[in-house]
Each structure stands twice: as structure tokens, then as C-alpha cells.
């Protein structure tokens, strides 16, 4: 059997920590790698991320196996345009917002197709950011697997499988609903935090007294704002209602405190420390 | 020159750190523990976090130095009670609000207080919690020292920088402002992720899904219901403040994705990543 050969399109964090992850594992691939940024495609390629620099999607088309990871809406305007040669080709969208990129994708291509969501990341990107072990003990999420062939639904397991990842099976609405509570609401939050710190009078002598609680909070303050605009857009109403979820807790909060019913404070708290029982 | 005596009021995460903290420098000390938690003593007996047990202030009294680890409102009411015995005692109360605090203490013992915020801690509680890095390249903030004897002063500083800490000096008013921003509103942040999660219909399959992102939001929601009462009900109008200043920018961020307007929505995320320059 010839070594198989897998496209990645999108060479920054996530499709650099796939490379790193499925050459830890036994079996050889050959990696071509597609990215608009010339510079993102030379660093891949000196990184050892990527063993071929391709730049058309007809040349990707021909890989066995061909990952999305790049932006949500990327991921939409690519998988309109790509027509996988071999018919037994996998193609694995990764991005954060799965039911719009489940309807988009042509009929005709539609099982070629799996969506997957790794519940992964961190805050930095471009190619220098991979590491090795992202994927590792991490839940990745596929979605509509109804919809994938059958090759490519058990080729997609087996993958992630391999990099040591936890499969969940969800609808796609039902992923987009958690993933709105679990991560894109949560990423509102930390760029609001800080913003409010920014916007006061010293924020220097403010941040000066930052320890590990508010490091942990702003941290994802640092993610990408035209991925997290891309995602917010894909998953808008989503993410509005878990927004105003929290908005009530909060408040509820705020109106505790004001009214100094502290007993009230205590147990609201004591609620909130339940969560690390199922965490 | 005999081995100096240390009473660490208050064996929990904050005292039982500072007891491994100061074994780990040259100069031997002998500790002295006083919790009202027995099961507390005689862990921190067992861990070896201190030498001795004692049952009473008075005894505590007769210590050099005197760090005071336990919640906010019980710092006060022991403030007011503890006669230093020594003329060269060193009183340190490591409460995270300082305004309070700092006014409580009656002027007859003032010049022996030092009023100390170490901006570090872990969501974890009780001398099990202890880490003998706690404290190593953090900041201390110190309030207030003109009103600490000369002694005391030079004391605290030298303890706290044999220990790793950098050494910060504010006002308790100005220092319970920036901590209210800080610390304790983002604490605020987190129980509320907490709770507007735990609400929700199936929070398990929500949770399932966590990432790091998640993980490092919710972290501090595990924190001590009783110990964050006393300090927001002690930092009450800093902390409504800072929520107020949070609300704001979350509602911007809201009515953004609401009425679509993406580019917008970019520039506020992108305004968020400027706290990464000074953090």
C-alpha cells in the first residue's frame, strides 16, 4: 500500500498540531499543505508541519485524506468549491460552528464530508503555534455522521481515534447550541473582561496586580478576532441566548450584593461550585 | 540569636503555603498554628506546615512575627482582639481587601500591622491545598505603610522577599479599586458562567464538551462560597463598580451581534487583544 497522502488546508494552530499529532502515530503519511499566507506556508514547510507546499485546491483533491482548518466561513466557501477525485476521500471540516457548515455543503459532495469540532485550541495561531500534543485526551465533536459515508465516517473515527482524542456523536443544532455555553459565549465574556479593564483610567497599574484568576479569564481575550467575528456570525442566535443567560446571573448577583443579601450571595455562590461535580 | 516564633492564624491554602514558603529559605523558624478547625490542626501538624498547635490568641501573642490567613471579616475581629506581646512584633494580615481592614485595626496596636495582599491562590481550600510555590514570583501588594511601625515595615519586606514575591505599595482605597477589577469581579464572572450553565436542561452534555477555555473560566467559580461573601460584602461598592464597567461591554458586545455589525464587532475584539501588550 502507498503512503497515503493528506491535504491540510490551513496551516496555523490547528492544522499544525494535526500534522505534529498524526506523525507521532504508526502509520507514514505524506503531507501536502494549502494556505493563503505565503509566509504561514514556508514556516509549515520548515517546521516539518507540511512536506509539500500545493497552492490550488484541484491539487489537494487528489489527497486520500483532506482537512478544513481554517476559519468558519473558509470552511463554507471551500467546501463548495471542492470536488475530492478519489472516491474513497475524507474530507474533515474542524471548524468551531458546526450546523451552517453541515448545510452548506453540496449534495453531491455532501459524503465526502465530516464535521468535526475538537474541543482544543488555545489562544495563539500561525504554524509556530502547533504543538504536538493539542489533541491529546481532548473531546472532538462529530456531527450529522448520517450524512458521511460510510468509509469516511469509520476513517474520521479511526483518525481521531489514533491522535487520542474522545469521540461524541451530536446533531449538528445540538452542537451548536453547547458549543455556544462551552466556549462562544465564554469567549465573550473574557473579551469583555478585558475590555473593562482597558477602558479605566490606569489599566497598567491594574494589570500589574494580575494573578493566576484573572490570567485564566482574559487568556482567550487573546484569540483571533476575525475567527471569533467568523464564529459569533455562524452561531449568532446561539450564541445571544447564552449571553443572556449569563447576563441574569450576573445580574442576579449584582442585585444580591446591592442588596446586601449575603446569605443569598453564599448559597448563589455554593450553586456555582457544583458545576466541578460534573466538570 | 534564638529560632524566631511564627503564628500563622488560619491553616488553610494562604497559611499553610507561607509555612512551606519560609522553610524552604536559610533562616529555621519555629510555627505556631491556631485554627478553629481542629481536623484543620492536626493536618497541618501531620504535613508539617507547623511545629506546634496552639488554642489561644493569647499564646499567638507572644510570637515575633504574625501572619493572619483566614477570611476577611474574621481578620477584623481578630485585629481587634490581638495584644502583640513583643514590641518588635510583626503583625501580617494577607486578607484580599485592604481598606477595611487597614481602618479596623484600633490605633493602640496599628504601628504592629502590616496590611498585605499576596495576588495569588488557587481555587483549592485546607492545608491539603498548601504548595510550597505559591507565592514564588508574585506580586505582594503592601497598603498603607505609612501607618506600620518602622520596624515592621522592614520586616514584612524582607519576609516577603525571601519568599520570591515582588513587593507592590498602594493605598488600601486604591488597591481595593484595582482588586475589585482584578480579582473579585472576575470572580463574579466565573460563578455566573457557573451557574448560567448549571441551569440549563442537560448541563452533563454541555460539560462533556469542555475545552481549556472553559476550564480556565469556570476554575475560580470552585472557590470558597464563605471566604467570598466577607470579601465582597467588604469590597461592595468597588465591586458593583466593576461589574457595571463588565456589563457594559458585554452588552456592546451583544447589541453588535444582534444588529450585525461584524466589522465593529472585530475592532472591540481586536481592543481586547491590547490587553495582552501589558499583561
Known amino acids: 500500500m502507498s503512503v497515503q497522502k493528506i491535504g491540510i488546508i490551513g496551516l496555523g494552530l490547528m492544522g499544525g498540531s494535526l500534522s505534529l499529532a498524526l506523525k507521532k502515530t504508526p502509520t507514514p ?9 505565503p509566509s504561514h506556508c514556508m514556516q509549515a514547510l520548515e517546521l516539518g508541519l507540511i512536506d509539500e507546499i500545493v497552492d490550488s485546491l484541484e491539487t489537494i483533491s487528489h489527497c486520500d485524506i483532506i482537512f478544513l482548518t481554517i476559519p468558519v ?13 478519489n472516491p474513497d476521500c475524507t474530507v474533515i471540516d474542524m471548524g468551531s460552528t458546526k450546523a451552517k457548515i453541515s448545510e452548506s455543503i453540496p449534495k453531491q459532495t455532501r ?10 485550541g488555545t489562544e495563539k495561531f500561525g504554524p509556530t503555534a502547533a504543538l504536538p500534543n493539542l489533541y ?10 448520517e450524512k458521511s459515508g460510510k468509509h469516511q465516517q469509520e476513517r474520521a473515527k479511526k483518525l481521531f ?3 487520542g482524542m474522545r469521540l461524541v456523536f451530536m446533531g449538528s443544532k445540538e452542537h451548536d447550541r453547547h458549543a455556544a455555553f462551552i466556549s ?13 479593564v482597558m477602558r479605566q483610567e490606569d489599566p497598567e497599574s491594574i494589570v500589574a496586580l ?10 482567550i481575550a487573546k484569540s483571533n478576532p476575525s475567527m471569533w467575528e467568523d464564529i459569533f456570525r455562524q ?4 450564541l445571544l441566548e447564552a449571553i443572556e443567560c449569563f447576563q441574569k446571573e450576573l445580574e442576579a448577583c449584582k442585585k444580591l450584593v446591592e442588596t446586601e443579601k449575603w446569605e443569598a450571595l453564599n448559597r448563589w455562590m455554593a450553586e456555582a461550585n457544583r458545576l466541578h461535580d460534573i466538570l
Chains 1, 2 share one sequence.
Open 111 to 120: 459524503h465526502f464530508f465530516v464535521t468535526a469540532h475538537p474541543m482544543t
Open 73 to 85: 466561513d473558509g470552511i463554507i466557501a471551500v467546501a463548495k468549491q471542492l470536488k475530492p477525485m
Open 210 to 219: 494580575a494573578g493566576g484568576g484573572f490570567k485564566d479569564m482574559s487568556r
Open 235 to 238: 452561531n449568532k442566535s446561539n
Open 184 to 196: 462562544h459565549m465564554p469567549h465573550a465574556l473574557s473579551y469583555a473582561l478585558a475590555n473593562a
Open 161 to 163: 481515534t489514533e491522535i
Open 29 to 37: 503519511y505524506h503531507f501536502l499543505g494549502l494556505d493563503h499566507n
Open 136 to 145: 491529546e485526551d481532548k473531546v472532538v465533536v462529530l456531527c450529522d455522521m
